[in-house]
């Protein structure tokens, strides 16, 4: 049972640092690339404005359904929440699965699948309540902001000591430094680990693992 719950924090961790690594790779390829992948930087501004103004309709006319909509308008970036999915969906996909394999779960292909597809849209429900939980708690939240900051910033610091490496690192640390923020990009990794980690172990609880344990390995 310990192992399995270890198992499921390893994953989770790894999927998580995994999709916040190509989203930092995404914010590369934007500075670097900034004209030919303007239209998909406008697709997902287009797409995250639709995502407020769907939920501002299905609260419409509940008090605090309104101030949480409103939260997310204000304060939350909704270009930087859209382009984080694919890397979600990435990381989710071609790191969680295997790892959980190499680590020695129990699951089956099938099941190690499922798994990571459901995380992926759980991962977006749990963005959507936390970003309307500053209406809540703003102290909190504001705390959670300023952790989600300071991973960012040692991210330009890390980015910076590699930029002769890494083609566009510079030119985008300079860019990040005059007020481009990246702390949404952290809470949505955070929100991936969080998914992958609840939803496997949903999965331990509810769904019967597809391979024989034995009695000092609990089920997946």
């Known amino acids: 049972m310990v192992l399995g719950w270890l198992r499921r924090i390893i994953v989770s961790i ?13 914010m590369i390829l934007t500075v670097v690339y900034d004209r030919e992948l303007e239209p998909i930087v406008t697709f997902a501004f287009d797409t995250g404005r639709y995502v407020i103004d769907t939920l501002d309709s299905w609260v419409a006319g509940t008090y605090w359904g309104q101030i ?58 749990i963005a959507v309540a936390l970003f309307t939980f500053n209406a809540i708690v703003p102290e909190t939240y504001a705390a959670l902001l300023r952790f989600a900051d300071w991973i960012w910033q040692q991210s330009l610091n890390a980015l910076s000591g590699w930029g002769e490496a890494i083609p566009g690192a510079r030119k985008l640390t300079n860019v990040a430094r005059q007020g481009f923020s990246g702390h949404h990009y952290v809470i949505m990794a955070l929100c991936s680990a969080v998914a992958a980690f609840l939803v496997n172990g949903l999965f331990a609880s509810t769904v019967r693992s597809g391979k024989p344990t034995n009695l000092m390995e609990a089920s997946d």
């Open 14 to 26: 790894g999927v998580g640092g995994a999709s916040y690594a190509i989203m930092l790779g995404f």
């Open 68 to 125: 949480g909509v409103n939260h997310m308008r204000e304060r939350v970036n909704m270009t930087h929440v859209i382009l984080s999915i694919p890397a979600i969906i990435i990381a989710a996909i071609f790191v969680g699965i295997p790892l959980n394999k190499v680590l020695g779960g129990t699951r089956t292909a099938f099941q190690r699948i499922v798994i990571a597809l459901v995380s992926i849209p759980f991962t977006v429900v």
